[in-house]
């Protein structure tokens, strides 16, 4: 018996490749995607389709849902902390960023998972901590964003791949994921408006500068000297700041702008002006800019800088690098729903 055809997993011109032999054109493709992704079931039969074609489609495939766990709301910055389950038996996180500035256009953002725990042992990130656990397919990506929409009141605008996992060591699941958020009969979020963040996977970066993926990129980069980072964070023994640096120069006279580089900061330990010195001179005259985060750690290891060595480091960095530098807030700490704090946990798995 053949596989049942799961209808979120697929842009809408692999769909119509799937269902032509049913009598699926590439127009009632996208409808069929569309009415999917927006309302969770197949289109209603119209004047130029019959019942009977539906009705093969819905023999033929299946429509997946992941399974609400837990959801908690942070009563001090109405971050949102949801817990799924998909196809395996262990729970992933998705994240609820509040745009709410604006009291015109009020907006969400989604930090979607993109694995259940991680291979590469960031010491500062509770994924790491997990190990590796599973890749997500595209689907439950997909559902991540359609759950958060279907709860929120105002829209979903963006997505961030910043949640559980390294995104391109699960490349083409998160790039078909991508493109079917992207595409205007599926989630119709801007291309633009997608970020796909990486601590620096080398062969990933290449393969997405080749494929020309017409998504934001933002590298973790949080030190810039090997043998510190190496114990920041060990994907540095896999693909080196040399390697790194050489793709991030590729990638920039591919397709040109300015790369951007995420900085964890951590008190007295990356916050220094040296470090900004060692920064500069790495980054030499690549054109980039410089998003600070703060470290997250509940345990007490690692704490981010108070205002007084934030306001040294920046000074430096202006003085180093003259680049664009923005200090990101990273909210949900209270509910575990902060950057480096996910760990597929919530208020009924133990949390």
Request: net charge positive; charged share 20%; glycine share 8%.
């Amino acid at each position: 018996m053949p596989t049942p055809i799961n209808l979120k997993e697929h842009p809408a011109a692999e769909l119509h490749a799937q269902l032509a032999a049913l009598g699926v054109t590439p127009a009632l493709a996208r409808r069929l995607q569309s009415s999917v992704l927006r309302h969770g079931k197949l289109p209603e039969a119209k004047t130029d389709t019959s019942p009977r074609l539906w009705a093969r489609v819905r023999a033929a495939s299946v429509i997946p849902r992941l399974t609400l766990l837990d959801k908690v709301v942070s009563p001090r910055d109405g971050f949102a902390k949801y817990l799924f389950r998909g196809d395996g038996p262990e729970p992933f996180e998705t994240v609820r960023i509040p745009l709410l500035h604006r009291p015109a256009d009020p907006k969400y953002i989604v930090c979607v998972s993109s694995q259940v725990g991680c291979a590469l042992g960031c010491v500062f990130c509770r994924t790491g901590q997990l190990g590796f656990r599973r890749n997500l397919a595209a689907w439950e990506m997909v559902d991540q964003v359609i759950q958060v929409r279907d709860d929120s009141p105002h829209p979903v605008r963006g997505v961030v791949f910043m949640g559980m996992g390294e995104p391109l060591l699960n490349y083409d699941a998160v790039m078909r994921a991508a493109r079917v958020m992207a595409e205007s009969s599926g989630l119709a979020i801007a291309a633009k408006a997608i970020t796909i963040s990486t601590v620096g996977v080398v062969p990933g970066i290449r393969r997405y500068t080749t494929e020309r993926q017409p998504y934001r990129l933002v590298v973790s980069l949080t030190a810039a000297d090997a043998a510190q980072r190496r114990g920041l964070l060990p994907v540095e023994k896999l693909y080196p700041l040399t390697d790194l640096m050489t793709a991030l120069r590729e990638r920039q006279a591919a397709v040109g702008g300015r790369i951007t580089l995420a900085w964890t900061m951590i008190a007295g330990v990356n916050t220094r002006p040296a470090d900004a010195a060692q920064l500069a001179a790495l980054v030499g005259d690549l054109p980039v800019k410089l998003d600070l985060l703060d470290v997250n750690d509940p345990d007490g290891h690692y704490r981010p800088p108070d205002a007084a060595e934030l306001n040294r480091f920046r000074d430096a960095l202006t003085a180093e690098l003259g680049v664009p530098v923005a200090r990101r807030y990273s909210g949900g700490a209270d509910i575990g729903a902060a950057c480096g704090l996910l760990a597929g946990r919530g208020r009924l798995t133990g949390a």
